[in-house]
T-cell receptor, first 117, second 110 residues
Framework: ETGVTQTPRHLVMGMTNKKSLKCEQH?????MYWYKQSAKKPLELMFV???????ENNSVPSRFSPECPNSSHLFLHLHTLQPEDSALYLC????????????????FGEGSRLTVL | GQQVMQIPQYQHVQEGEDFTTYCNSS?????IQWYKQRPGGHPVFLIQ???SGEVKKQKRLTFQFGEAKKNSSLHITATQTTDVGTYFC??????????WGAGTKLIIKP
């Protein structure tokens, strides 16, 4: 139990499907993240929510749409994905100061393994 | 943009041998974190280094942060099968977001 729970753990979808990934953190943290992990590549930051406000999106394609209804829950809505979007999607949370530089360690969920056919 | 290069990509060692991975940043970092990801698992935080020249130890693991705060290393003494996994460094850049290295995979030869 990491304190960060992701569902589903595995997802197979077609290019025309719409699906969502869910993340819930039980640590009382105020920042949540979506990362994409592909083989032989560094972790790619997709979205950051700090105090429920999106602060970074790193030019992610619009077929990925995040939603953060509160500081404990984070969703990643998926629509008309491409096969190259197949990857492990990791959610993480951390405790960050509102004004200070971000210095918190990240707590990761176990990831959602996505396959796009 | 800011990058963190991590080498080697893979390292094969016999059990009991040492292991080292290195990270080099194109710019000065405010701090650097290290994570371990077991096969099939998720990254788990190991340590954070903040000060120039800082050295920290966790049992058989030794972490160093360079004087210029641009490079860092992780050294494992006398590897064990439980050390298997991928080790990532992640440095805090000028925009305070983490810049991740590509990871070094530690493989224990049978």
């Amino acid at each position: 139990e990491t304190g960060v729970t992701q569902t589903p753990r595995h997802l197979v979808m077609g290019m025309t499907n719409k699906k969502s990934l869910k993340c819930e953190q039980h640590l009382g943290h105020n920042a949540m993240y979506w990362y994409k992990q592909s083989a032989k590549k560094p972790l790619e930051l997709m979205f950051v929510y700090n105090f429920k406000e999106q602060t970074e999106n790193n030019s992610v394609p619009s077929r990925f749409s995040p939603e953060c209804p509160n500081s404990s829950h984070l969703f990643l809505h998926l629509h008309t994905l491409q096969p190259e979007d197949s990857a492990l999607y990791l959610c993480a949370s951390s405790q960050e100061g509102r004004l200070a530089a971000n210095t918190g360690e990240l707590f990761f969920g176990e990831g959602s393994r996505l396959t796009v056919l | 943009g800011q990058q963190v290069m991590q080498i080697p990509q893979y390292q094969h060692v016999q059990e009991g041998e040492d292991f080292t991975t290195y990270c080099n940043s194109s710019t000065t970092l405010s701090n650097i974190q290290w994570y371990k990801q077991r096969p099939g698992g998720h990254p788990v935080f190991l340590i954070q280094l903040v000060k120039s020249g800082e050295v920290k130890k966790q049992k058989r693991l030794t972490f160093q942060f360079g004087e210029a705060k641009k490079n860092s290393s992780l050294h494992i003494t006398a590897t064990q099968t439980t050390d298997v996994g991928t080790y990532f460094c992640a440095g805090r850049g000028s925009n305070y977001q983490l810049i991740w290295g590509a990871g070094t995979k530690l493989i224990i030869k049978p």
